[in-house]
């Protein structure tokens, strides 16, 4: 269910704290391109370009924040800091804090397909949120935003990057041609025992190996080992 109703709008700004003047950028910022696309005929708008407004306004105000915060931090390290805050596995947690898939739009097949709980799409949503608390009110109200929800976050030590495969997927997306995969290499055990050695690969070549009582255990310990490798955990 799309739940953009007016109870539903009030209820979700409760629950972030901040009221829109202008009510329509809260629902394009929570309107997915699936949905737009099916009500095109309606003139509905998604939110890539406030995704696009909110991405930028979270990175300028998470630069500053680590460069006055870790006076002492080599550049290296505040770009991984950067990336354990704003990656989006991250993101996701903190949409998922504040139900933000709960009130958003999407087509049906986003819908049947469990959208409202994919990362990719509540991270995207929650930078939207962000553009869109900007545009409404301007760059302090977006800070404050930012502050409760990813700083505030982060000093409470929720931000540790735990989401190694999404974090190393970002990653290998920024070279084109590069293709990420895992592979299992060894299972062992009973049914109810079982453990795997799972290996994760760019194009052909071998980045890491991890071990875990599942397959997604493992590939989240080898793409663990994958990002140490790169100097990125």
Known sequence: MNKTSNNGLKEFQK????????????????THSSYA?????YGVLDNERLEFLGDS????????HLFSKYPDEPE????KMRSSLVC?????????????GDHLRLGHGE??????????ILADAFEAVIGAIYLDSGEESARAFIKRFVFEAEAGGEWSITDYKTTLQEIVQKNRGEKLSYRVLESNGPDHERSFTV????????????????KKEAEQMAAKEALKLMGME
């Open 15 to 30: 629950k972030i704290g901040y009221k829109f003047r202008d009510i329509t950028l809260l629902e394009r910022a929570l």
């Open 37 to 41: 696309n099916e009500n095109r005929a």
């Open 57 to 64: 306004v979270l990175g300028m105000n998470t630069a500053l």
């Open 76 to 79: 290296g390290e505040l770009t």
């Open 88 to 100: 989006t596995g991250a993101l996701g947690s903190r949409a998922k804090a504040i139900s933000l």
């Open 111 to 120: 819908e049947s397909g469990g959208g409202r709980e994919r990362a990719s």
């Open 199 to 214: 290996e994760v690969m760019i194009n052909s070549n071998h980045i890491g190996t991890g071990f875990g009582h599942s």
